[in-house]
């Protein structure tokens, strides 16, 4: 036997009912809007609305906020399909605000809210801040180690509108200290100051004609696509502490030095730094140890052809100031190169009769060079931190945090691609992505740490 529903008659039911009644008890928005004061968004738009009174007033700043939020929290593709779930779901109208019937804003509303009065204003980033100091006052976050990476969001822009461009390259942010350094081990080796540097060629990219902000990214062996890249950085418990964004042709290393300024300014008690081999470079390690961090970083393996001696079985004999080759054979200090490489050269009559020349070298001349950063010695540290267990377990913990922050940003929260174009546009969306994402493990944090309502 079952109940037959009259299904007409039920739908025309009227009841008195709000819409308070019509939120599940135990929904996690529940939890979102009790975990944080939304009212402190009220203080951030303090000046952006005009007080002339002869239109239609503005949208409420809280409910448009929120109305963002549900889209990134919920991971809903679009702005326009975010207002059509909110029209027929009572929980969102109750988030936001609204009553039953009352009309929801258009889906347009928060693009010309951001052209009329966010753009240009650090009001994204204020947001995440603020959720981010909440989760730091109440102990959610740990700043003993920090995990570093980056990852890429699809651009809204079709790869096949391209143009190839000529663009100055880029000096590096380290270059002027570099340059002191190899001048100063090129006097100690009693060599000539190195002449002054050409100006660097351009370098030839592709741009795109539809959003020339982003960057062509090789993912993989063969596909390319125009992307932007997020450099973010998180703690151990999965809070994102801040992030960097840029094209998506810039290597993650050369984006290092702004997102680690950000982290250890926002949190200076910081004492590992966690990165994959990427980020393994000379400066960047010099950078964390002299800052009296430690850099947690994987074995990074050498860049040598198959069947070839590796770079680790030629032996550095520090007194004498020289390399040992596999055959025992001597290879003497040469020259420090503008790249910041010692270099040492073989005798071409060692080479010439050597059982072992098709391992070691191709040179015509038969003469084998092995070079030697002038921070060696960084990365040797960097290699002894690694085989410390304590530093070792924190670096095996990246895949239980910054991998799982953008496993869970792409899969749950929409962070695959972006409908935006411009690198303005992508960071702040960027920035209530991740306050979003801190948003909903802070509630998650109070209701374990039993400092939600009673009612939770």
């Given at each position: 036997?079952?109940?037959?529903?009259?299904?007409?008659?039920?739908?025309?039911?009227?009841?008195m009912?709000?819409?308070?009644?019509?939120?599940?008890?135990?929904?996690?928005?529940?939890?979102?809007?009790?975990?944080?004061?939304?009212?402190?968004?009220?203080?951030?738009?303090?000046?952006?609305?005009?007080?002339?009174?002869?239109?239609?007033?503005?949208?409420?700043?809280?409910?448009?906020?929120k109305i963002?939020?549900?889209?990134?929290?919920?991971?809903?593709?679009?702005?326009?399909?975010?207002?059509?779930?909110?029209?027929?779901?009572?929980a969102?109208r109750?988030?936001i605000?609204?009553?039953?019937?009352e009309?929801?804003?258009?889906?347009?509303?928060?693009?010309?809210?951001?052209s009329?009065?966010?753009?240009?204003?650090d009001?994204?980033?204020n947001?995440?801040?603020?959720?981010?100091?909440?989760?730091?006052?109440?102990?959610?976050?740990?700043?003993?180690?920090?995990?570093?990476?980056?990852?890429?969001?699809?651009?809204?822009?079709?790869?096949r509108?391209?143009?190839?461009?000529a663009?100055?390259?880029?000096?590096?942010?380290?270059?002027?200290?570099?340059?002191?350094?190899?001048?100063?081990?090129?006097?100690?080796?009693?060599?000539?100051?190195l002449?002054?540097?050409?100006?660097?060629?351009?370098?030839?990219?592709?741009?795109?004609?539809?959003?020339?902000?982003?960057?062509?990214?090789?993912k993989?062996?063969?596909?390319?696509?125009?992307?932007?890249?997020?450099?973010?950085?998180?703690?151990?418990?999965?809070?994102?502490?801040d992030?960097?964004?840029?094209?998506?042709?810039?290597?993650d290393?050369?984006?290092?030095?702004?997102?680690?300024?950000k982290?250890?300014?926002?949190?200076?008690?910081?004492?590992?730094?966690?990165?994959?081999?990427?980020?393994?470079?000379?400066?960047?390690?010099k950078?964390?140890?002299?800052?009296?961090?430690?850099?947690?970083?994987?074995?990074?393996?050498?860049?040598?052809?198959?069947?070839?001696?590796?770079?680790?079985?030629?032996?550095?004999?520090?007194?004498?100031?020289c390399?040992?080759c596999?055959e025992?054979?001597i290879?003497?200090?040469?020259t420090?190169?503008?790249?910041?490489?010692?270099?040492?050269k073989?005798?071409?009559?060692d080479?010439m009769?050597?059982?072992?020349?098709?391992?070691c070298?191709e040179?015509k001349?038969?003469?084998?060079?092995?070079?030697?950063?002038?921070?060696?010695?960084?990365?040797?540290?960097?290699?002894?931190?690694?085989?410390?267990?304590?530093?070792?377990?924190?670096?095996?913990?990246?895949?239980?945090?910054?991998?799982?922050?953008?496993?869970?940003?792409?899969?749950?929260?929409?962070?695959?691609?972006?409908?935006?174009?411009?690198?303005?546009?992508?960071?702040?969306?960027?920035?209530?992505?991740?306050?979003?994402?801190?948003?909903?493990?802070?509630?998650?944090?109070?209701?374990?740490?039993?400092?939600?309502?009673?009612?939770?």
């Open positions: 036997m079952y109940e037959k529903r009259n299904r007409e008659e039920r739908q025309g039911q009227i009841h009912i709000s819409i308070e009644d019509l939120v599940p008890k135990n929904h996690i928005i529940r939890e979102i809007d009790a975990a944080i004061d939304f009212s402190f968004i009220y203080d951030e738009v303090e000046g952006m609305y005009s007080d002339f009174d002869g239109g239609r007033p503005g949208v409420d700043p809280v409910s448009l906020f963002v939020m549900i889209q990134y929290i919920f991971g809903i593709r679009s702005m326009r399909q975010t207002i059509k779930e909110i029209e027929s779901n009572y969102y109750w988030f605000g609204y009553d039953i019937g009309d929801i804003p258009h889906f347009s509303t928060f693009g010309k809210n951001y009329r009065r966010f753009k240009d204003t009001i994204f980033e947001i995440f801040t603020h959720i981010l100091n909440e989760a730091v006052k109440y102990g959610f976050v740990d700043e003993n180690a920090v995990f570093i990476d980056g990852t890429h969001i699809k651009a809204s822009a079709n790869k509108k391209s143009a190839k461009k663009v100055p390259q880029k000096v590096k942010n380290y270059q002027k200290e570099l340059d002191e350094e190899i001048e100063k081990d090129r006097k100690a080796h009693d060599k000539k100051p002449k002054e540097k050409k100006e660097k060629a351009d370098k030839i990219v592709t741009e795109s004609t539809t959003d020339p902000e982003c960057g062509m990214f090789h993989g062996e063969h596909e390319r696509q125009f992307a932007y890249v997020a450099n973010t950085a998180c703690d151990r418990h999965n809070f994102v502490l992030f960097v964004v840029g094209a998506g042709n810039i290597h290393s050369v984006m290092f030095d702004n997102i680690y300024e982290v250890v300014t926002r949190f200076p008690k910081v004492e590992v730094i966690s990165a994959d081999a990427g980020y393994k470079t000379p400066w960047i390690v950078q964390i140890i002299d800052d009296g961090r430690i850099p947690s970083m994987p074995y990074k393996r050498p860049m040598t052809k198959k069947g070839f001696f590796k770079k680790y079985e030629y032996v550095y004999d520090e007194y004498y100031d390399v040992i596999p025992n054979k290879l003497e200090y040469s420090t190169n503008r790249e910041g490489y010692r270099e040492y073989s005798n071409p009559c080479c009769n050597c059982p072992k020349r098709r391992q070298t040179s001349a038969a003469q084998k060079t092995v070079t030697i950063h002038v921070w060696e010695s960084y990365m040797e540290k960097a290699e002894d931190y690694r085989h410390t267990k304590k530093y070792g377990d924190i670096y095996k913990l990246r895949k239980e945090t910054i991998e799982r922050v953008f496993g869970d940003a792409k899969e749950k929260h929409g962070m695959r691609y972006t409908n935006y174009r411009g690198l303005a546009k992508v960071t702040a969306e960027a920035a209530l992505r991740f306050a979003c994402m801190n948003l909903k493990k802070l509630a998650k944090w109070k209701k374990k740490n039993g400092l939600l309502p009673q009612s939770f």
